[in-house]
C-alpha cells in the first residue's frame, strides 16, 4: 500500500450510483489506512477480489466531503447488501451472493451465532517469508472485525480449527481495536472462546468430532454417544454416530441406537460443518441453501432433471412453509446434506408415499442405482436404471459393508457390528 494511503466506503442515493466516486456527499462515509477494517465499518464482507482493487486504487482515490454522519458513525439502517443486490465491479455486474461464493474463505466455521473466516495468504512478509493471512470475525451476519495481519509460517496449511483458533485469539489479543470493536471483544469474547475450545477428553455426548475412518473414504464426521472405558480408566475409544446417518433417505436415519465403535486416536472433536455426503447424491430430500435467489434462502430439493440446453436444475421447496417449489439451476445451489437414499426402488416408494410424481426428463440417483424418467403412454415412467458407478461406502450403504472389522474396542473382544451403546440414555446397560 503507498504511503499515506486511504480505503474508504461511502453510502450514495441510487441516483448517484456509478463508476466513478459522486461529487456530491455521501449519507455516510468512512475510511481507514487499512481495507479490510473497512468490513468491519461497514457491517458486510468483501471477497479478496475487492479488496486486491481497494488496494490498486487507494493512493489514487480522494474521500468525498464527509456527510452528516461522522467517520466513526454506524451506517445507514439496511445498508448491508442482500444475497441478490447487484454489485458492479471490474466491469461487469454479479450478485453479492455469487462475488461471495465465487471466492469462498480458505477457512471457516459458523454455529449460526457466531463465524470466522479466514481468507488464506493475502500477502507474504518480506523479510521473513511468513505468509500474512486475513480474516473476519461475524456476528449474527454483521462483520464486527476483519484485519489483514495475522502471520503463519510459509509452510503452515491454512485450513482447519487450528487457523480458526488462530484468527479467534489474534483478534481478541490485538491492542488496535478501535472502540467499538473493543466493547464487542470485551461483550462476547467469552462466549466465542467456549463455543471454539475442544472439550477435554472425555468427549462428551454430542461432541461434533471428525474420525478416521480407515479404507472407508477418509477422513467423516458425526456425534459422540459416550466414550469407551477399559478396566484401568483408560479412554481407549468413543461410540458414535456418522453424521451420514442423519441423511434423508439413509437406511438407519430413524434408527437412533446405530452406532460405530473407534479408537480413541481415530477420533477428535471438530469445528468443521457436518460432511454433506458425494457429490452425486443430490436429489429428493437434500437440503440445499440458494447462493443469490431472492425468494429462497434455503430448502429442501423435489427432484433434479436437466433443462433443454443439459443444463441441471432443481425443484425445490423453500423452507418458508407460504413458499411454493422454485426451480433453480444446480450451480446456484450450496448443498447443506445430501440424500442417502439406497436403490430407486426405495426413492420413487418415498416419493410417492409423499405425493411426489415423476416427472419427464428427471434424473434419479441412488447410492447403489442411478436412472431416467422418460414420458410412457400412461405418464412418465423410470427407465434405464443402471449400477451407479461408485466405491463401497460402508457408511452409506452399512448392509452391504458391515463395519465391524475397522471400528471396535481396541481392548475388548469385538462388539456386534451395529446396535445401542451400552449405557446410553436410550440404551440404558445393565
Not at 85 to 92: A, E, P, S, Y
Not at 215 to 227: C, E, H, M, S
Not at 302 to 324: F, K, M, N
Request: some cysteine; glycine content about 8%.
Amino acid at each position: 500500500m503507498a504511503s499515506g494511503a486511504l480505503y474508504a466506503a461511502g453510502f450514495f442515493p441510487d441516483a448517484q450510483f456509478g463508476a466513478a466516486p459522486p461529487a456530491t456527499a455521501p449519507l455516510w462515509q468512512s475510511w481507514t489506512s487499512d481495507s479490510w477494517s473497512l468490513e468491519a465499518r461497514c457491517g458486510f464482507a468483501l471477497p479478496r477480489s475487492a479488496h486486491a482493487h481497494l488496494r490498486q486504487t487507494a493512493s489514487s482515490f480522494q474521500p468525498a466531503q464527509v456527510g452528516p454522519t461522522t467517520p466513526e458513525g454506524p451506517p445507514p439502517a439496511r445498508s448491508r447488501p442482500a444475497r441478490h443486490d447487484r454489485v458492479l465491479f471490474g466491469g461487469r455486474t454479479v450478485t453479492y451472493g455469487r462475488w461471495l461464493h465465487d471466492d469462498p474463505p480458505d477457512a471457516s466455521w459458523d454455529d449460526g451465532r457466531y463465524r470466522i473466516d479466514v481468507l488464506g495468504a493475502v500477502a507474504r512478509e518480506p523479510t521473513s517469508g511468513r505468509l500474512r493471512l486475513a480474516y473476519r470475525i461475524v456476528h449474527h451476519d454483521a462483520v464486527v472485525l476483519a484485519r489483514s495481519d495475522l502471520t503463519l509460517p510459509a509452510s503452515a496449511v491454512i485450513s482447519g480449527d487450528t487457523t480458526i483458533r488462530l484468527a479467534r485469539d489474534h483478534a481478541l489479543t490485538r491492542p488496535d481495536t478501535s472502540p467499538d470493536e473493543r466493547a464487542w471483544l470485551t461483550g462476547n469474547g467469552d462466549e466465542l472462546t467456549a463455543r471454539t475450545e475442544p472439550p477435554p477428553a472425555p468427549f462428551p455426548p454430542g461432541t461434533p468430532i471428525v474420525v478416521d475412518a480407515g479404507g472407508y473414504r477418509g477422513p467423516t464426521t458425526g456425534q459422540v454417544i459416550r466414550a469407551s472405558v477399559d478396566a484401568a480408566g483408560r479412554i481407549v475409544g468413543y461410540y458414535w454416530r456418522p453424521d451420514a446417518y442423519n441423511h434423508v433417505g439413509h437406511r438407519y436415519r430413524r434408527e437412533t441406537y446405530r452406532w460405530l465403535l473407534s479408537a480413541a486416536g481415530d477420533v477428535r472433536p471438530t469445528l468443521q460443518a457436518p460432511d454433506p455426503g458425494p457429490a452425486d447424491l443430490v436429489g429428493y430430500g437434500a437440503q440445499v441453501r440458494a447462493i443469490d435467489h431472492p425468494d429462497l434462502l434455503t430448502g429442501t430439493v423435489l427432484r433434479l432433471g436437466r433443462e433443454p440446453g443439459q443444463t441441471t436444475v432443481c425443484e425445490v421447496q423453500p423452507d418458508h412453509p407460504a413458499s411454493s417449489p422454485i426451480t433453480i439451476a444446480a450451480t446456484d445451489l450450496q448443498i447443506i446434506a445430501r440424500h442417502g437414499w439406497l436403490t430407486i426402488a426405495d426413492l420413487t416408494a418415498a416419493r410417492d408415499e409423499a405425493g411426489l410424481p415423476l416427472a419427464a426428463d428427471e434424473i434419479m440417483v441412488t447410492v447403489r442405482e442411478r436412472a431416467l424418467v422418460s414420458a410412457g403412454p400412461s405418464g412418465p415412467i423410470v427407465r434405464r436404471v443402471q449400477a451407479a458407478p461408485r466405491r463401497p461406502d460402508p457408511l452409506l450403504d452399512p448392509e452391504a459393508h458391515q463395519p465391524e472389522a475397522r471400528f471396535r474396542d481396541p481392548l475388548r473382544p469385538p462388539l456386534p457390528p451395529l446396535g445401542p451403546a451400552p449405557g446410553t440414555p436410550e440404551f440404558p446397560g445393565p
